[in-house]
């Protein structure tokens, strides 16, 4: 049980070592939301992520990195040297005391530290092994490293993002470690739920590169089923026939996205923007026109004469958008049934007041850096049992002494001992 954590609230009563860097720091967070008792365990000096910036107040400190404190709420922090022998006997007698172990390191250096699920099973039979690799640990890239970055470009996700007539562009935010931690996360429970069932541990193997390669949806049978490939668009549909439509606008104070279409879907959408640009003395002929109703948008979409309608329909609509507000727009087209949605900023989203009426948003005290950040926090809402952050970010070992000597029984000497010797770092308080 999560130290803390009543059993009627916690979702996952399970101890978590989290033996990773920031590749899969979100698994250990999503279970310690949950209330699990998870333990990142540091190398003595603090892990790699803590160097990953932005910082709090632009100081480069290891306590201030804003991805440290995203990822890591709702842990606990030792530091540990696990390559040194001593550091390895006492990572061993914490798996005996946990449900499960995650980790980023390849299950070759596993057994190179003597730390393999063969060897953690045989302290504590039924552990969970959660491994998180990018590519997985076999295969012709079984032992090539990749970041996020590569990891994007290798799936094929980072060739569909960006503008038609420029080089891919990135997702500016860890998106395949985020994701694949969430689905170490989930693959991490079901093999705890299994050991409830038939008392069996088991190895998990999460390759980043195949969580990546889902995010692509329906893009992969494309080749196969169509004779081509999904390109990037921008702010374009490019996979609706060979029409080119415009979906995102600049407008007054921003951008909005828009969906054509016709038929039976959007008739009533078209109509009702038609009337509206109407009022304005701004809609071209061809809309006022133009049969929404009774459109077969599969065949316009490959219709050679569609383009040349479409295109006078977005001159009209751009100048149109200009002169609106996103509020203006969105409010009058959800009255309306128009399709036509805000692009938000993140400013846009932390005040937007629909997570805010459900509590989305909480603040989380930092007395070491005397400020308090807002923070995501529920995943869902339950009638029964709370998802959400527990407690802040650790500091680096923080729960050294808590861990090591309150609960594996090492007297203070001893943990003084593996602290002069660099095998824990500071003892901690």
Known sequence: MARGTSAEESLFPYRVLDLTD?????????????????????????????GIGP????????????????FNTSKR????????????????????TADAVVTTLHPRR???????YQELARRKPDIVLTTITP?????????????????????????????PDRPPTRVSVPMVATKTGAEAAAATAMALYHRGLTGEGQQVDVSALAVAQWQLMNAAPFPRLHGTEVRRGGGYFTALGTVKVRAIYPCKDGYVYFFFLGGTPGATSMTALTRWLDEEGTAPRLMLEKDWAGMDMGKYMYDPEAQKEVEVMETSLARFFLGKTKQQLFDRAYRERILIAPVNDVRDMVEHPQPNARGFFVEVDHPELAA??????????????????????????EHNREVYVEELGISRE???????????GEAGT
């Open 77 to 96: 922090s030792i530091t540990l040297d696990v390559v040194h022998p001593d550091g390895r006997e006492l990572f061993l007698r914490l798996v005996e």
């Open 135 to 163: 590519f997985g640990p076999d295969g012709p890239y079984g032992e090539y490293v990749g970041s996020d970055l590569v990891l994007q470009a290798l799936s094929g996700f980072l060739y569909l993002s960006g503008d």
């Open 55 to 70: 910082f709090f107040r632009d100081d480069p400190h290891p306590e201030g990195s804003l991805f440290w404190l995203a």
């Open 22 to 50: 920031e590749h899969g720091q979100m698994c250990g967070k999503m279970l310690g939301d949950m209330g699990g008792d998870v333990i990142i365990v540091e190398p003595p000096g603090g892990s790699s992520a803590r």
């Open 414 to 424: 001893r943990l003084a001992e593996l602290s002069e010797a660099g095998v824990i």
């Open 110 to 116: 596993l057994s190179e530290l003597g730390l393999s």
């Open 372 to 397: 308090s950040f807002r923070y995501p926090g529920h995943l869902a809402l339950l009638s029964e049992g709370r998802v959400g952050v527990r407690r802040r970010a650790p500091r680096i070992g």
